[in-house]
Each structure stands twice: as C-alpha cells, then as structure tokens.
C-alpha cells in the first residue's frame, strides 16, 4: 500500500501538468562560489509534499550520468554522486564534485525512485535531458590586487598577511602556489601554517595566510630546531604563482612578489590611549584622523574600531587605513555634531605580531586560557568642539 501510494502521488505530480509543457530538467549554473545544479521543474508541489510527508526516498528521484564518447558507443556512466532536496515544486539534484566542462550529462527523473521500484528505474523515467557544458573561458584576468602589511619593514615575529585578488579565487591551491623566498631567491622551509579549510572571505577575494606560531613562539619545539621563519636584518620575498587558478578555472593574469625587510620583534601590545586623535570640524564632514603609532592589523582595523556619538549612537561612515596602516580615518555620513565622542576599540584588536590590545601575543602557556584573555572594549574619549560662527547654519532663512 505503501509503494502504491508513493507511486500515486508522483503520478499526480506528472498528471497535474497535463495538457501543459509537463516537467522538465534544466542545469542551474553556478556563480563560482556554487556549483553547478540539475532541477527538475513543473511538478505539482502539492502532490510533491504528499510524497515527500509518506516517506518517500529522495535519493534516486532525479539522477544525473556521464554519457561517454561516440567512440565507445555512447555508454551511459554510473550515476555521479551528489545530493537531492524537494522546494515546492522543484526537485534539485547538486553534484558533490563540480561539473566537468566538455563532457556530456543526462538528467533523468524517475517514478521508480518514489515507489521504492530500484529495479525498474529504466522503465520509469519520466523525463530525461542532456546537457554539455561549455568548455572554460581561461583567459587570465584576475590579478593579486594587494598584500597587507603594505609596509616594506615587517617585525621579525609577524604573524600574517592578507592577499587580496581583483575576483573570486579557486580554493585548495593557496599552500601549492605562494612561497617565502630569503635574498637569494631559495624558500625557506615551512614557513607557513597550512590548515586544512584554506581561510578565504565570504567572496573568495581576500586569502589569509598565517606564518606558522610555532616559528614565531619562543621556547617552542619548530622556533627552536628551524629558528624563526623571518630573521631580523634579512630581507625576504612573498612571490605568488601565476598558476594560480580563480574559481572559473584561469590562471592569474600575472604572479606577484613582495619584497620586505625584517625588524626586530615586536611584543609590545596596542595602546589606544596613547593614539594621536584629530577630530574633524564641527558641522563638517571633514575626516576623524588617529595616527597609530605603528602599522596594526588592517582587517580587524577597519572592523573593530568604532566611533560612538553624542546621542550614544554609532557614527555611521567611510572607514579607511594609510599610511602602511599607521594611520585610521573616518569620513562620517552627516556632519560631526559638537560635543563629547567615544573612541571604541575591541580588545581583540591586533599589530602586526599577533600582540592585541592589552595582551602580548606570547603569553604565559602554562596559564589558563581565560586567565589571559579578556575580551572587553576600550574606550578613549574626545571632544568636537563648537563651530565657529561663520560656519553655523541657520535654522530657518528669512524670505
């Protein structure tokens, strides 16, 4: 009863759409950071939920194959695996791997699948469609935009870099395709910490590259038989493969190098209370400017400090580093009003070593975890003060 049941409701499914263009399978492309789908369209989603409610198995609804070549006959392939989900009247198939282009696919939509027949998955298939996917455009385009820290002097302790891309980036090809190379153009040995999920942005724009902690922690087993992977007094160079792929499956347009000098290290924490902040006017929209002291981390800059208004409000604004990220700016949205502001800075807040805000970045192991990290914001205080009065507007103009 079961069995008859399931098959019932696909029927219905199909039969709801009679007379009309009935279901159909079309491929959904991806858009880089997704991968191609199949979606069989057109049926009867009541029916549909109905099937789904008596226990239907979704597996096998809709399956996609690998025709092979005219050469071997055109042999329909094992099915390629993948997973299956029911939206209303959508069924959609996605690939585990993406989509080879230049190969042929058949979709196909069986009954069979829903009325627990495996055997007669031939006979029930209710619709099929083939498909080739163009082959790849893999005209280098993308390019290496820009590499944080942008300073040419870098402590000898620092933890990482940001490696910007002008679009979306392939993943699982950083570790192959960035090196750190000493003065004689030779790589130095494990230099860098390689995770197992590449940390990349929501986009696939900015790559996160960490240098192992392990080189860079004193006392610890790598520092102490590899020594520090940066050397004070040296100079070194990040060079980025032009074989890099971006997400279309093209090389870059061009490799990059980033030649820097090495410093001494660096384990003094942030202080914001000893910033240099200057206010922009009153009534104007002229740019809050602090000068830092020393180059900071620029991603958690622009996402960690804040500025908190009069009103208690947030200033809502352009926020922008320079100055090799010494330097952090705010163009605000409206005017600045006079009055007192907060300067607000997470405690997470990091320099280029790893050392945030109160904390040094080679803290104490032995301690306990929450012993040493206080997560809190610091605030800083600052005036704007009153507009002269030639810069005053008036409330209302006489007519």
């Not at 803290?363 to 306990?368: H, Q």
Request: net charge negative; with cysteine.
């Amino acid at each position: 009863m079961r069995i008859q049941a399931l098959g019932w409701a696909l029927s219905l499914a199909c039969a709801a759409l009679a007379g009309c263009a009935g279901p159909k399978i079309v491929l959904v492309r991806g858009d880089g950071a997704t991968r191609d789908a199949f979606e069989a369209r057109g049926l009867d989603p009541t029916a549909l939920e109905q099937a789904r409610r008596a226990g239907a198995p979704l597996d096998g609804a809709l399956t996609v194959h690998v025709i092979s070549d005219s050469s071997t006959g055109g042999e329909t392939l094992p099915a390629v695996a993948g997973s299956t989900r029911c939206e209303g009247g959508v069924i959609r198939f996605e690939p585990a791997f993406p989509l080879e282009p230049g190969l042929r696919y058949a979709a196909r939509l069986h009954d069979s699948a829903w009325t627990g027949d495996a055997a007669g998955a031939g006979s029930g298939t209710k619709v099929e469609a083939q498909f080739t996917l163009p082959q790849r455009d893999v005209t280098p385009r993308i390019v290496v935009e820009r590499v944080y820290p942008s300073a040419d002097v870098l402590p000898e302790n620092l933890l990482k870099f940001y490696i910007h891309f002008s679009g979306p980036m392939r993943r699982g090809e950083a570790y192959h395709r960035v090196r750190l190379l000493d003065a004689g153009g030779r790589p130095v040995a494990a230099p860098f910490l390689e995770l197992g999920e590449e940390l990349w942005d929501r986009d696939g724009e900015r790559f996160t590259l960490f240098i192992d902690p392990g080189r860079i922690k004193r006392g610890v087993r790598p520092h102490e038989e590899l020594g520090p992977a940066l050397e004070t007094g040296r100079r070194y160079t990040l060079s980025i493969d032009a074989g890099w792929l971006d997400a279309a499956g093209a090389p870059l347009a061009s490799g990059f190098q980033k030649s820097f000098r090495v410093a001494a290290p660096d384990y003094d924490p942030p202080d914001p209370a000893a910033w240099k902040i200057a206010p922009g006017g009153a009534l104007t929209r002229d740019p809050l400017r602090i000068a830092l002291g020393e180059p900071l981390d620029r991603a958690l800059l622009v996402r960690l400090v804040r500025v908190r208004g009069p009103d208690g409000d947030e200033v809502q604004g352009d926020k922008q580093t320079g100055e090799e990220e010494r330097v952090w700016t705010l163009v605000p949205e409206a005017p600045w009003k006079p009055g007192r502001y907060e300067l607000l800075v997470d405690s997470t807040l990091e320099d280029l070593a790893g050392n945030s805000v109160g904390r040094p970045f080679e803290v104490d192991t032995a301690r306990r975890l929450e012993d040493r990290i206080e997560l809190r914001t610091v605030s800083v205080p600052f005036e704007v003060g009153a507009a002269p009065p030639s810069a005053v507007i008036p409330a209302s103009t006489p007519r």
